[in-house]
């Protein structure tokens, strides 16, 4: 079965840094688009990063200077470094991307299950 399986959050103090990761597991032909967002409670889920299959990065405001998004399409994997967190980037966070399954060859948006980052002031 297809899935995207996160990985890397965790506590961390305000300044400190951490990298997500979100692996593309299941028989997969293409990774293509991959974006993060994030939903904090009483939030809306919103953008953090995302990278289009062409490479092009887009970050959300609140974040641009402090994030970099990364895929590794020979591993199927996806990376979101973190720097200088803030209390206020406390969420869980979510990968969403664009795979082609080897069993259908159509490409279909698949979401990643989150992963806490809590980050203490």
């Known amino acids: 079965q297809v899935r995207l399986v996160e990985s890397g959050g965790g506590l961390v103090q305000a300044g400190g840094s951490l990298q997500l990761s979100c692996a593309a597991s299941g028989s997969v032909v293409r990774l293509g688009a991959m974006g993060w967002y994030r939903q904090a409670p009483g939030k809306q889920r919103e953008l953090v990063a995302q990278m289009t299959s062409m490479g092009i990065t887009n970050y959300g405001d609140s974040v641009k200077g402090r994030v970099t998004i990364s895929v590794d399409k020979v591993e199927k994997t996806g990376y979101l470094q973190m720097n200088g967190l803030k209390p206020e980037d406390t969420a869980v966070y979510y990968c969403?991307?664009?795979?082609?399954?080897?069993?259908?060859?159509?490409?279909?948006?698949?979401w990643g299950q989150g992963t806490q980052v809590t980050v203490s002031s």
């Open positions: 969403n991307a664009n795979l082609t399954p080897l069993n259908s060859e159509i490409p279909t948006d698949y």
